[in-house]
Structure formats: structure tokens, C-alpha cells
């Protein structure tokens, strides 16, 4: 039974446009929440994270929002870049610093 | 700064035969380590961290085992590959109750 799930396994973006990666988890015990975004044959490398005392974390082009109630949380990347295509996986612990469960990964592809 | 390091990059070990990975870890001291299988088309699952020497917790029951013989070497190994064992592997290290986890480059492993 998967705790973390990202149920779109592909999102196509024209560049320029807005990027909303989606995840669910069923666990409400869970209060802190990371993404990261992975490319081919290298590993993931984190991008931001947001508490569960926040609704809303922001860094540069990207923001997480979280929506305790609903057990939801989504990336938005704006404006979206070919660069950015890549799979983007969203993960979730317990408290800081605790082990983390991860979905199974969205794959971007921004379009030029 | 910090560097992890994993290798061999690619792998190919005919069913049956043993495994051994190594990842190691530079710039820090006591972290906390682990490894995860990224099999196709699937998330991250955690198989094993290490919070120190010769402490090593399993996430998931299966064929593989991990070491901690140094602070900041960390070996995940098999006696006798499955073909299910075929998946990219990724090492990674935090600081003790730390926010992020950073990854290693990972290892592809093709099991034939």
C-alpha cells in the first residue's frame, strides 16, 4: 500500500507555462514533505520542502503548497523551462529529520 | 563541502552471482546513510540507513544485506542476484536528524 502516491506518471508543460506536479499521501501523521527532481542516471537532488505548520514554501520559480486537510501537496514551476524537464519525486517523513517515504515520480517534460 | 561517491556506475552480474556496492561519503562526519532501489517505473524505496558503525536498519525483506564497517562507508551486498534485483541503486547521507538527504550518482544494475 503506497503512502505517497503522484498519480500522473507524465505532465507535458509548454514553455513559459505553469508546471503543477501533484501528490497525495495517506499517512496524516505525516508533517514534513520534500521534493526532488531526479535526471536520467544521476541521482535526485532535493529542491524545497514545506513544514506542516506552513500551507506555502517559495524558492525562485518554484512553490509547494499543502493542504493538510485534503492530505495533498503540489509543485508549481513557474514559468517552466526546458531544463526543468526531469521526473520529480515527492516525499514525506514523519518529523524532520526522520526516514522519508517517497512516491513513485512524475515525469515533466517541458516542450520549447 | 561534501561528496558521496558510488560505484561502479553500471553493473552487469548474471543471476546467481554476488553483489557488492560501495558508497562513501567525504566531508562529514557521523552521518547518517543509506540505500534506496529505484526499480523501472517505480518510486524510490528505502532498503536500508545507518544512523553509525555496524548500525544498520532494513526497510524492506529481501535478498540483499548493508554494512557500515567505516563512519562514512557504507556497502550494500548479495550473495545470489535475482533477476528482480535489476534497478538503479542510489546511496545517501544526511546529518543526524537533518532536513535533506543528498544523493549519490547511483549504480545501474542489470541482473541477466
Known amino acids: 500500500d503506497q503512502q505517497v502516491k503522484q498519480n500522473s506518471p507524465s505532465l507535458s508543460v509548454q514553455e513559459g507555462r505553469i508546471s503543477i506536479l501533484n501528490c497525495d499521501y495517506t499517512n496524516s501523521m505525516f508533517d514534513y514533505f520534500l521534493w526532488y527532481k531526479k535526471y536520467p542516471a544521476e541521482g535526485p537532488t532535493f529542491l524545497i520542502s514545506?513544514?506542516?505548520?506552513?500551507d506555502k514554501n517559495e524558492d525562485g520559480r518554484f512553490t509547494v503548497f499543502l493542504n493538510k486537510s485534503a492530505k495533498h501537496l503540489s509543485l508549481h514551476i513557474v514559468p517552466s523551462q526546458p531544463g526543468d524537464s526531469a521526473v520529480y519525486f515527492c516525499a514525506a517523513s514523519l518529523s524532520y529529520g526522520q526516514n522519508f517515504v517517497f512516491g513513485p515520480g512524475t515525469r515533466l517534460s517541458v516542450l520549447p | 563541502s561534501q561528496t558521496i561517491h558510488q560505484w561502479p556506475a553500471t553493473l552487469v552480474q548474471p543471476v546467481g552471482s554476488p553483489l557488492s556496492l560501495e558508497c562513501t561519503v567525504e566531508?562529514?562526519?557521523?552521518?547518517?546513510l543509506y540505500w534506496y532501489r529505484q526499480a523501472a517505473g517505480r518510486g524510490l524505496q528505502l532498503l536500508f540507513y545507518?544512523?553509525?558503525?555496524?548500525?544498520i536498519s532494513s526497510e524492506v525483506p529481501q535478498n540483499l544485506s548493508a554494512s557500515r564497517p567505516q563512519d562514512r562507508q557504507f556497502i550494500l551486498s548479495s550473495k545470489k542476484l535475482l533477476l528482480s534485483d535489476s534497478g538503479f541503486y542510489l546511496c545517501a547521507w544526511s546529518v543526524e536528524g537533518g532536513e535533506t538527504q543528498y544523493f549519490g550518482p547511483g549504480t545501474r544494475l542489470l541482473v541477466l
Open positions: 514545506i513544514s506542516s505548520i506552513k
Open positions: 545507518s544512523v553509525g558503525i555496524g548500525q
Open positions: 566531508g562529514t562526519s557521523n552521518p547518517n
